[in-house]
Structures are given as structure tokens and as C-alpha cells.
């Protein structure tokens, strides 16, 4: 969820950046609308693809196209509603992964071991094109400054996991492996790092380049950092 949220809010500042926002404050006030109308829109496709499951009963390869066909419609629905209402098609597609899992596991999990196979090969295809992109010398010229951009910005979020579990019932050591978790950071950035640069924003090579980076630094050190303070730290029960 707090992926999809940093996608529709970076939608809205890019829509800032191309002169098409006028009003700074309507601008922020979209971003609920979109998330509602994209969670109504996905739970009554979610609904309806519930019952078209239950009543032909396809072949689970059909239901994982199925499901990416609505995925496609609801991306462009968003398109097609923006002059009259936004729309986060993102939202709109995790709800239907909700539904399906309350509705029926066994459905759910077939969907998703099916698109999980699709994904191995999606996310190849959408890492080559990032690097295919990324500008070498902008990337080395990014630096110490990117590095530090990236460090802030994860202090920054591992205050906020933290502060979000200070009322659960989670103690010290599995707080600290949840914020951990929150450390390795790439498939968001490889989805929206081109887009400044695809859309004409100024430094747009330079985002691109620390988006990259984000994904190098912290990938491998925050998968080393869960695996160490998951084994020191966690226990089975």
C-alpha cells in the first residue's frame, strides 16, 4: 500500500512539474479521490472476476491472464477518467488481489504462483531498460550527494516504521527486523526513475542516476541486513 501511495503522489508532482497542476492544494486533494475511486473500481472487478472464476471455472494460466487484462483496462480507465475524476488504476488492481483472497485462497494462490512466473521474466525486461537508460558519468558525478539523499531519505523512513509499530505488540528485536526489511529498495524505483527524464524535468538524468543507485546500495545490503538480524534476532513460534 505505502508503495502505491508514493506512486499516485509521484504522479501528482510530476503533473506539478509539466504545468498541468494549477492549484497546489486540489492537486494533494486528488490523491484520497484517487485512491478511492481506484479501490471501487477494483473491488467491483475484483467481484465480478470472482464470480466469472466460480461459474467457468478456468484453467489457472487463463485466470492469470484474466487478471492482467482487467489490470490493463483498469490502467486505462485511469487515463480515460482523468479530465473527469482521478483514478489510481494501481489501487484499483491490489484490490482485486484482495478480493479474490478473501473470497477464495485457493483461487488467489493459483493467480498468484501464475503471475509470479510471469514476473521472473517482466522484471528482467524492466532492469535491462532502466540501465539501458541510466547515464554512467551522471550516475559517478551523482556521488557522495546521491548517497547522502538516499541515507536521509532512509532515516527518514526507518523513523516512520518505527513510530508506526510503537503500538503493536511487536517487541525491540522484531521492530528492528521490520525496519530492516524496509531497507532494500528497487522495484519502485526502477518502475518511476525514467519518468522525469521521459517526461523533459530538469535533472531529470540525475533522479534517474540516484534511482539506480538507491536500488545498488541498498538491494544487497538490506537483504545481507535481514538475513543477519533475522538469524540473531527472531525466533520460530
Keep these: 500500500l505505502d508503495n502505491v501511495f508514493a506512486i499516485v503522489v509521484f504522479s501528482a508532482l510530476i ?3 509539466e504545468g498541468k497542476g494549477g492549484n497546489i492544494f ?5 490523491i ?15 467481484f465480478m472476476l470472482y464470480w466469472v472464476f466460480k461459474k467457468y471455472q478456468p484453467r489457472a494460466t487463463k485466470k492469470g491472464m484474466i487478471v492482467i487484462g482487467t489490470a490493463i483496462l483498469l490502467t486505462w480507465l485511469e487515463k480515460f477518467l482523468k479530465p473527469f475524476i482521478p483514478v489510481s488504476a494501481l489501487s484499483g488492481v491490489m484490490t482485486i488481489g484482495f478480493i479474490l483472497l478473501e473470497k477464495s485462497e485457493p483461487i488467489a494462490h493459483k493467480v498468484s504462483q501464475k ?22 558519468h551522471v550516475a559517478g558525478d551523482a556521488g557522495f550527494a546521491g548517497l ?7 532515516a527518514a523512513r526507518s523513523i516512520g516504521v518505527y513510530v508506526s509499530l510503537i503500538k503493536t505488540d511487536f517487541v525491540l528485536r522484531e521492530k528492528l527486523f521490520c525496519i530492516v526489511s524496509y531497507i532494500p529498495k528497487a522495484t ?13 524535468v530538469r535533472g531529470g538524468e540525475v533522479i534517474l ?8 546500495f541498498t538491494a544487497p545490503i ?14 520460530e513460534s
Design 115 to 136: 503471475l509470479g512466473k510471469i514476473w521472473v521474466f517482466a522484471e528482467i525486461i524492466l532492469f535491462v531498460l532502466v540501465g539501458a537508460q541510466v547515464n554512467i
Design 148 to 154: 547522502a539523499i538516499i541515507l536521509i531519505g532512509l
Design 188 to 200: 519502485v524505483q526502477a518502475a518511476i526513475g525514467s519518468v522525469p527524464l521521459s517526461v523533459g
Design 32 to 46: 484520497p479521490i484517487s485512491l478511492a475511486a481506484g479501490i471501487a473500481l477494483g473491488a467491483a472487478a475484483g
Design 222 to 235: 538490506g537483504v545481507m541486513a535481514m538475513n543477519v538480524v533475522g538469524e540473531k534476532f527472531l525466533k
Design 26 to 30: 486540489l492537486k494533494v486533494l486528488e
Design 15 to 17: 503533473s506539478l512539474f
Design 209 to 216: 542516476a540516484v534511482a539506480v543507485l538507491s536500488i545498488l
